[in-house]
């Protein structure tokens, strides 16, 4: 068998996320179906992390195998024919036996947008807010993070994770074409942890509490401690990093 890298991007807006589940459409089961139907047999895929319905990706990696050799060229145009046109197949890529979208992830990386105007051609991908927060408290809050590992206080309940450690490489809030965008990079997250950081960081700038208070907040490892999750429209899945050791081609 072969294994192959897909490096695909998705809107979110009408999926309930990317894993497969019980009687609502996700990206995963729109992938597979459309997999299935090029090869001509089942395919399934294992993807790097899950998304949350309504979040969108540029940029998410999952792996599949098959027992021979696929031509890329061909496969990329014809998946991206049959796949929805809110998914697409951008790259793909042979990899080692052992690579794995999931496990062999080095980092995975978000940004989040949000907009003060009104603008209905992004009005599915970022959070309209009416008020301005303060970018110099929000980071000042946001260098707080790296000083931690249990994030609990910004994890969905009753989940299934083992722990809530997270180590947190960077994060920080950018002004950018007229947006707020706050991008976070960590060796894992959460469910529910980057829309729970975000409102919380937007409390800290609108001046509901102060960039100290956040070390309170993780530190109590409860979640109603910590602000509302920001909407998921805003929020893309940015970037999965890999040793490039793993590729074949």
Known sequence: MTRYFLDISYKGTRYHGWQIQENAFTV??????????????????????RTDTGVHASMQVCHFDINYEVEKEKFIRSINGILPKDISVNSIRKVKADA???????????????????????????????????????NTAAKLLMAHQDFECFSKVHTEVKHFRCEI???????????????ITANRFLRGMVRAIVGTLVDIGLGKMNPEELNTIIESKNRKKAGKSAPACGLFLSHIAYSEDIYID
């Open 28 to 49: 995963q089961e729109a992938l597979e179906t459309a997999l299935s139907t090029f090869f001509k047999k089942p395919i399934s895929v294992m993807g790097s992390g």
């Open 100 to 138: 794995h979208a999931r496990f062999s992830a080095k980092s995975r990386s978000y940004v989040y947008r949000m907009v003060l105007q009104k603008n209905p051609f992004i009005e599915d991908f970022a959070w309209r807010h009416y008020f301005n927060p303060d970018m110099e408290r929000m």
């Open 169 to 183: 490489k960077s994060a920080h809030w950018e002004q950018k074409d007229g947006e707020l965008q706050f991008h």
